[in-house]
């Protein structure tokens, strides 16, 4: 049996209770299409909040809104006291953004980067020196200074992106998609990054499609077609899901071991869904608990469907996680919403 604890949050600190940034009836259009719906949320000042969903969820759309790439027509916004359609360049005064595609300069050495980038916030002098030197401590780059950034790893160069970012000491932090690329080990350097940086009280905003990394964040907004799932710390969230995740591996026709299923349990297997070989449905809490419920209806199912040792290969019995949420909230599987839609520019 697998059993997953609930993720650890990224930051290390209780968020304050003021609002680093509150919106409210946001919404944008593109091309006719609803890229952005009526979106509400708040992000309490030095916390972690993320914004989850699939490709054309509209994520992009809200980041791009949040860091006044895009004018706030419908509905309105304020970052940091700042209303975000009129006062958009005092806004940017008090950002940080890290973009999904990389913007490093590859013939520029690490440290030539982080001095052109202060430049741009009018920083020079001992003042930039000394940034420039602080950020590459904070993420170990100081002994990569001299090289040039081509010649560095993805998770080096997300490392760069971000040290150059916060040269100018951003009150609020904008990361659009930024474990793109990463492997696992820089991904959870990344994490740690950011945990860091929320307990000194930088406020951070990211979008990501990754489970794992919402899961580390300490509050959530969950998006489809541009429109909130859900909004909440990601224990909350999965709360309400209830019950254990059972997934059955097969060795053959999912689609026929999924339909003895259902015809074998009926309501008890909700929210079924088939994978490639494997059949996952989610099971609610019986008398003796969650657990002892999913692990009885497996039994079940091992007497009464025909020929199960041949059929299965084996069998997970899990907590349920915020891909759970989605599907529970949505009808449909996280993966599964309008891949690959265009959103605003």
């Excluded at 706030?72 to 806004?91: I, P, Q």
């Excluded at 401590?137 to 998770?155: P, W």
């Excluded at 494997?278 to 999913?294: I, L, P, T, W, Y």
């Excluded at 009885?296 to 469907?305: G, N």
Aim: glycine share 10%; proline share 4%; hydrophobic share 40%.
């Amino acid at each position: 049996m697998v059993v997953t604890e609930p993720a650890p949050t990224l930051s290390t600190t209780t968020p304050a209770t003021e609002a680093a940034v509150v919106a409210r009836e946001l919404g944008f259009s593109y091309k006719g299409r609803r890229a952005l719906d009526g979106v509400d949320f708040e992000v309490p000042e030095g916390s972690v909040y993320g914004f989850l969903g699939p490709n054309g969820a509209g994520k992009s759309t809200l980041f791009r809104l949040l860091a006044t790439l895009l004018p706030v027509k419908e509905g309105r916004a304020h970052l940091l006291g700042h209303d975000l359609a009129t006062e958009a360049a005092a806004v940017r005064r008090l950002l940080g953004i890290t973009f999904q595609t990389p913007s490093l300069d590859l013939a520029l050495t690490v440290a030539e980067n982080l001095r052109h980038h202060g430049h741009l916030y009018g920083l020079s002098g001992k003042a930039l020196s000394v940034a420039i030197g602080e950020q590459l401590e904070r993420f170990g780059l100081a002994d990569r200074h001299g090289e040039r950034a081509e010649k560095l790893s993805g998770g080096l160069r997300r490392r760069v992106e971000l040290a150059k970012t916060l040269l100018s000491r951003p009150r609020l932090l904008l990361l659009d998609e930024p474990s793109t690329g990463l492997d696992p080990r820089a991904r959870r350097e990344l994490q740690a990054t950011l945990g860091e940086l929320a307990a000194e009280g930088t406020t951070v905003l990211l979008t990501t499609h990754f489970i794992e990394e919402a899961e580390r964040c300490d509050r959530l907004l969950v998006l489809d077609r541009g429109r909130t799932v859900a909004e909440g710390t990601p224990t909350e969230l999965v709360a309400e899901v209830g019950g254990e995740v059972v997934t059955l591996e097969g060795r053959g026709d999912a689609a026929a071991l999924a339909a003895d299923v259902v015809a074998e349990l009926g309501d008890g297997a909700e929210n079924l869904q088939v994978a490639a070989r494997d059949v996952r449905f989610e099971v609610g809490r019986g008398a003796g608990g969650a657990q002892s419920a999913a692990w009885e209806t497996v039994a079940r199912l091992a007497r009464k469907l025909p020929g199960w040792e041949e059929r299965v290969s084996a069998v997970t019995v899990a907590r349920p996680d915020l891909e759970d949420v989605f599907l529970h909230r949505t009808g449909r599987p996280f993966d599964d919403s309008r891949r690959g839609e265009e959103e605003a520019p």
